[in-house]
């Protein structure tokens, strides 16, 4: 009998469910060192060496009923349990915020200097010093506060807010609009709103850049035939990429595999040819960087 070894897995380059799983690729690199692809992983991460590691276990810290929307920046974190609205000390205190939301429906979140704007497509509002407000009348001819809607993001100085196949523009450093000229429509009910640094990323069904400081200066381009499986994007830095690349990124879930978007409206999408995405509806994403490795992270549902 030959027991001689046929193969050894050394370095792991993810998961790859294109392929047939006796065919998985291996790539050789210049240093002769062999990166496998796998066609399934459980509670492992993948390293910056490329090794297998296991993947680090939980502690409940707070218990809830259907939680949902989480957001942190490291200082504030808010989440909804069933139709309210709470904020979470860094010991994993609650406090409630608002009550009477909607059952299950999601929240964006968009921050502004010390307040953090938030909406779902029955409430619009922000926090600040533990406490909603709801959008108020400007009581100014042709001015109207935002109306609430599914996705918000600011950018430049404006809040902007989708609802249904519109993409609501605010006026200036303030939260109303002009019912005159303040919105885009689109083809479809849009599905994510991400800034950039030179931009604002719009996905209808089909992804868009659109690439100017002001909304009079939009150029709108289609960057992906691909739509966005609804809040799964996020904002990088590219610091944490690496290759040189300056600002910030958006990185989300489309229908067809995990897309980057620089700055510029170049977007590619990094898992098209390994991954086949299977039926989706709704998800949610967070960027982790643990000791020096960076994580994207999306549950989907």
Known sequence: MDNSQLFTFGHFAGINNVDKSYRVPSIRNNAGVVYTDMDALENVDIDNSFALSTRDGSDLKLA????????????TCLFVDLDRLYSLSELYARTEVLSGLTLGERISYAPVNDRIYFTNKGYIGYFHNLL???LSDPNISFKLPLPAGQRIAYYRGRLYVAKGKVLYISDALCDHYDIRTGFRVFENDITMVREVDNGIYVADGKTWFLQGAEP???Q???????????????????????????GNLAIWTSTDGICVGDNSGAVKNLT???????????GGS???????????????E
């Not at 098209?272 to 709704?282: D, E, L, N, Q």
């Open 216 to 218: 009079d200066e939009f």
């Open 64 to 75: 809830g009923t259907d939680v949902h929307s989480i957001w942190a920046d490291g200082e």
């Open 132 to 134: 909603a407000t709801a």
């Open 272 to 282: 098209r040819a390994r991954y086949y995405m299977a039926s989706h509806g709704i």
């Open 220 to 246: 709108k381009a289609k960057v992906s035939d691909s739509d966005v499986i609804p809040f799964t994007d996020c904002l990088i830095s590219g610091l944490l990429v690496g290759d040189g690349i300056a």
């Open 286 to 300: 967070a960027v982790r960087n643990l000791n020096g490795q960076v994580h994207y992270i999306t549950s989907i």
